[in-house]
């Protein structure tokens, strides 16, 4: 019984692994593809501030000082828009730069909740034919099965120490 559930346990995280590799590129277009449009938008900003001899710093702060509301809040909005640009250009470096380990360990790191949320939504299984996806799926594998062979063997011996437990 102990192998079965490590074979299943193995083949449940091999699969899940194996598909990592095409999630982690679906995931890199959908991040170069936000940082392309925060960067129009930031670039045209930039643009309009030194169109009147401002930078971008004394742009945002004009937005602060305004006494209308509404362009405060557009100045906040701004600000955020610019926070989220250079935020996900150094993420697009990151994933871009980094080898397939890398990317699973780094994923926490450079991780967007947005980007990923819609990068699921499209997301479709993939079957492994890559050197990456089935070195991912063999370790996963392995990891899978000596994981549930481990666990199992830790409360197989806890309840064989109970007297009641012991097999005769």
């Known amino acids: 019984m102990r192998q079965a559930l490590s074979v299943i346990g193995g083949v449940g995280l ?4 194996s598909q990592f590799p095409e999630f982690s590129q679906q995931y890199e277009q959908r991040l170069g593809g936000a940082v392309d449009e925060l960067r129009v938008i930031v670039t045209d900003f930039d643009a309009n ?3 009147e001899g401002l930078d971008r710093v004394q742009a945002l702060a004009r937005y602060q000082v305004n006494p209308d509301t509404f362009i405060v809040g557009r ?8 926070e ?4 996900l250009s150094q993420h697009l470096a990151l994933v871009q730069n980094a080898g397939p380990l890398e990317k699973l360990t ?14 699921f939504e499209n997301y479709e299984p993939a079957v492994p034919v890559t050197a990456e996806g089935i070195v991912f799926a063999g370790t996963g594998i392995l ?8 666990l199992s063997s830790l409360f197989r011996r806890r309840r064989d120490r109970r007297p009641w437990g012991r097999r005769i």
């Open 106 to 119: 780094g994923m926490a790191e450079y991780y967007d909740s947005r980007i990923a949320a819609r990068a």
């Open 14 to 17: 091999g699969l899940a692994l």
């Open 84 to 87: 989220r640009y250079e935020r």
């Open 49 to 51: 501030a030194a169109r």
């Open 143 to 150: 990891g899978g099965y000596g994981l549930v062979y481990l």
């Open 75 to 82: 100045g906040a909005d701004m600000s955020a828009t610019i």
